[in-house]
């Protein structure tokens, strides 16, 4: 049977390091996911879950026993992402302002024009909610993911953004309205 | 029962169970809410979440293997004070000092070790490098927080002023003491950030009559609040840099056996 979490967290806190490790295996997928859908990429993703461990770990003293450590990482993990998501946007805005690059834009729009149509179709329609989820605010944009793509209830989305349930339920509102707006011109006509 | 306001849909949509069962008959019964319910369905329907990239499964241990020699060995409850920094508030004066205490000597270590050639043992450049990530991660964070606090002062309002200004005091005492730990040799770079950062920090700690809108304008023109900010990006992009080299490192040397 599987040691329970907070049995090794225990060993850890006793001076058995190695014993993190069995957590670190444990939760890495799920922390890689949630990473993943948050900075919508792969090797920031990778980063982001080398550091929410590494965090962990550091923070390992403040985990109350009546949590659970799969909760705790992934609230970490979530922080974590939100703050490399922010970081990037402000590489971003330097990049926009240093060097518009018109080659890149040519190169992706022949890149798109010799897919398939339905490549295409498909790749416009993820680009456009990529776009729209970028015009979220980063508590409306992870309060919706989880929701969504993670299939959390407000009450964990509150705890893991650290705000109050009611604002959690907001923060989902008010994502979805936005997304219906911008989505809208992708909707079939009934 | 009134018709489901577009939150209730939406709460109906995510979780039946915390919806009400009063909701559910409501739309089995209204034909208006029952359309509002089904157009709500499909566009969110249509949001696919974009699939995650496979990781082996192997996945873990790597990233444990990544990360292992950086972590030191919590002591048990009794004897714990040995590397009490790294517990709790990573952000109290105790952190900040003994973080700042190897800075100075990891980033001189990292300068080294980039110049170094590879017969040097493995295990030492892992340690150094094990050291290093520790330290830049908190020194990222410190720049971090001040450029929170720097976006803050920029769109102070009234409601937020006096936490602001408890920030400020709370950073300058972090910001002291890291300053301290580098020579200007070390890094005139940073040096130079921090000490800039510290004139602003003592300005905005020191308002005895709190924060007002006047003396914040005065304060971003005079203090130049708008280059700090951006050195303090710089630095921020900087040291992620560092922390990605030594990742690359440490990864190309077979990593972290310690
Ligand atoms: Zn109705």
């Known amino acids: ?190 | 029962m009134n018709h489901l306001s577009e939150e209730q849909l939406i709460d109906h949509y995510y979780g039946k169970a915390e919806s009400s069962a009063a909701a559910s008959k409501h739309l089995q019964a209204c034909d208006d809410c029952a359309r509002s319910y089904a157009s709500l369905a499909s566009d969110l329907g249509a949001i696919k979440p974009p699939s995650v990239p496979e990781r082996s499964a192997a996945y873990g241990e790597e990233v444990w293997q990544a990360i292992r020699g950086t972590l030191p060995v919590y002591e048990p409850v009794k004897a714990k004070s040995h590397w009490n920094w790294l517990v709790l508030k990573p952000w109290s004066l105790a952190a900040a000092a003994t973080a700042c205490l190897l800075i100075a000597a990891a980033f001189f270590a990292g300068r080294q070790w980039e110049h170094r050639n590879s017969s040097i043992a493995t295990h030492a450049v892992n340690a150094d490098a094990g050291k290093q990530r520790v330290v830049l991660v908190v020194l990222g964070d410190h720049l971090d927080r001040s450029e929170r606090l720097l976006v803050g002062l920029e769109h102070a309002e009234p409601s937020t002023e006096a936490s602001l200004q408890a920030e400020a005091r709370d950073i300058l005492s972090a910001n002291r003491l890291y300053r301290a730990s580098l020579n200007q040799t070390d890094d005139p770079v940073l040096a130079a950030a921090l000490d800039h950062l510290e004139r602003v920090l003592v300005e905005v700690s020191n308002q005895p009559a709190g924060l007002s809108q006047t003396k914040l304008v005065e304060l971003q023109k005079e203090m130049n609040t708008d280059g700090l900010l951006f050195e303090v990006r710089i630095l921020r992009s900087r040291v992620q840099e560092d922390v990605d080299r030594n990742n690359a490192v440490a990864a190309k040397k077979g990593v972290s056996i310690l």
């Open chain 1, 1 to 190: 049977m599987e040691v329970n979490d907070h049995v090794i967290v225990r060993k850890v806190l006793d001076g058995d390091k190695e014993a993190y490790g069995t957590l670190v295996a444990r939760h890495s997928p799920t922390v890689f996911r949630v990473a993943f859908r948050i900075t919508g990429d792969e090797a920031d993703a990778d980063e982001v879950v080398q550091e929410a461990f590494l965090r962990g770990y550091q923070r390992l003293q403040t985990f109350e026993s009546r949590s659970e450590f799969r909760t705790w990482i992934y609230r970490i993990a979530v922080n974590c992402a939100l703050n490399m998501t922010s970081k990037r946007k402000v590489e971003a805005t330097y990049q926009i302002g240093e060097e518009t690059d018109p080659v890149t834009q040519q190169v992706q729009v022949a890149d798109h024009a010799a897919g398939p149509e339905r490549t295409l179709l498909s790749r416009e329609i993820q680009s456009l909610q990529t776009a729209a989820l970028g015009t979220l605010t980063p508590t409306e944009r992870t309060a919706f993911l989880l929701r969504h793509m993670e299939d959390r209830s407000t009450a964990e989305i509150a705890s893991v953004l650290e705000i109050a349930p009611n604002a959690a339920k907001q923060a989902v509102f008010r994502a979805v309205q936005k997304l219906r707006r911008s989505l809208a011109p992708l909707r079939v006509n009934p």
